[in-house]
Nanobody, 123 residues
Framework: VQLQASGGGLAQAGGSLRLSCAAS????????IGWFRQAPGKGREFVSA????????RYADSVKGRFTISRDNAKNTAYLQMNSLKPEDTAVYYC?????????????????WGQGTEVTVSS
């Protein structure tokens, strides 16, 4: 499956952005989708994940209550709604897919990765 992340950009602290992850080449509902991010000079960290059917979700503590993950299997697209953005949310955001029913929170379980979309939050 191929993944294309989009929707990044510049936002002010307290603002919102919605990221999209469009998939092609596979049966989208068969894949759990995860969002990860990598800030300058830091490692790639887990942000959120959603199961294939959308019934199970997980969030990193740092984004819980501010970010919402969702998916539309009819459109082969997953989303990450980011509200109440903070400067520390500045990073390149990646979506990833794992052919599993389990919602994964570590990089190792993901088989496919998108190219990343950059998010910059100004204070």
């Amino acid at each position: 499956v191929q993944l294309q992340a989009s929707g990044g950009g510049l936002a002010q602290a307290g603002g919102s952005l919605r990221l999209s992850c469009a998939a092609s080449g596979g049966t989208f509902r068969s894949y759990s989708i995860g969002w990860f991010r990598q800030a300058p000079g830091k490692g790639r960290e887990f942000v959120s994940a959603i199961s294939g059917g959308g019934s199970s979700t997980r969030y990193a503590d740092s984004v819980k209550g501010r970010f919402t993950i969702s998916r539309d299997n009819a459109k082969n697209t997953a989303y990450l709604q980011m509200n109440s953005l903070k400067p520390e949310d500045t990073a390149v955001y990646y979506c990833a897919a794992a052919r599993t029913l389990v919602v994964l929170t570590t990089r190792a379980g993901y088989d496919y990765w998108g190219q990343g979309t950059e998010v910059t939050v100004s204070s």
